[in-house]
């Protein structure tokens, strides 16, 4: 393993000089690329106006597509753009043609967005959802999830990483159990998508949803959805405009023939262009060496964390990522947050409403989330445990 050249990682990350950021979870530090993308693209929009630069723009806006079909190991064609991963997500759950009584099974590490379009779709459609338990380790269990995968079952719908925590939920598996059902996939890959290296066809999903802010390092208000070819012609968008569709005659509309029937017309241009520049920048570091990294110091960080008094790691699961969750006994999530932030060191508060099932199974009302990216340092890890120390 070729040792990560973190210096460049730093120097091209402006943020690096002021904070110690171990809030990449929330939205990571932009690198010097992304963010001198969106910027000249605001610049070019003010002096020669909007829509011209959008067709100046127009090579960076196309490229977004093969970029992120790199990423994720598809077809440009399978890949629509989005304001975020959540309206993504929604509108590839939305398109699925839910009859009363198709089941919905999901893990107990879902994010509330997602768990509430199922209630809603419970009240709508009068589907039912059902949360596979975990295994002992924290993941969902896979023979669990073999043993629920019957006819009424339409759709496995599972959260890779949640917000809550270091987990990676075992997606090629929970893939090949829903593949060999002849089940519809959606992975919600926000938190995977730029820390682990993901690839449609080995996870085995048919539709897969991410964000640009978080380990991408993109813009903020940026998405993506992958749509596998061979699935497309069973998922309507629950809306259409005259981007997704061409109306063709008075009576008569024509849906596109590719995943941004899912799009819309109007979006950021200057943040499209970001996206497509944090994918590419995420490319050019190779996302195994990225895993290798940023699996690595989080690794560093929970023993060290586990060693001071009254701090308790609450990461569970066989594999864990970046995200590192932890609770300190007598001070509220706000509280180390705050005393953190004192020292410029940016973390946030995960709270239960965010991944209700999980958390309540494990009577957790909050975890402090500190969540590490490859141009986070031994050093800063080192501050941030003397600061806790400090504080707790
Ligand atoms: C952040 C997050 C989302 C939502 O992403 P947005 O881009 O804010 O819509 C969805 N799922 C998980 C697991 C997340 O952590």
Redesign the pocket.
Known sequence: MTPFDVDTARKETPGCETVVHFNN??AALMPRPVLDSVIGHLNLEASIGGYEAAAAANDALEGVYPSAARLLGCAPDEIAFLD??????DLAFFAIPFRPGDRVLTSE?E?A??FIAYLQAAERHGIEVAVVPNDESGQISVPRLREMLDDRVRLVSL?????NGGLVNPAAEVGRAAREAGVLFLL?A??SAGQIPLDVDAIGCDLL?L????YLRGPRG??ILYVRRERLAELTPPMLDLHAAKWVARDRYEMREDARRFESWEFNVAAKIGFGAAVDYALGWDLDAIWERVSRLAADLRPRLDELPGVRVRDVGAEQCGIVSFTVDAMTGDAVKTALAQHSINVSVSRAP??RWDMEHRGLAEVVRASLHYYNTVEEIDAFCRVLHAAG
């Open positions: 979870a929330g975020s991963a959540t309206r993504a997500w590490a994010y967005s997602n959260t890779h990483v949640p917000t919600d926000c938190q949803s964000t640009g802010r978080k940026t998405g965010s991944t």
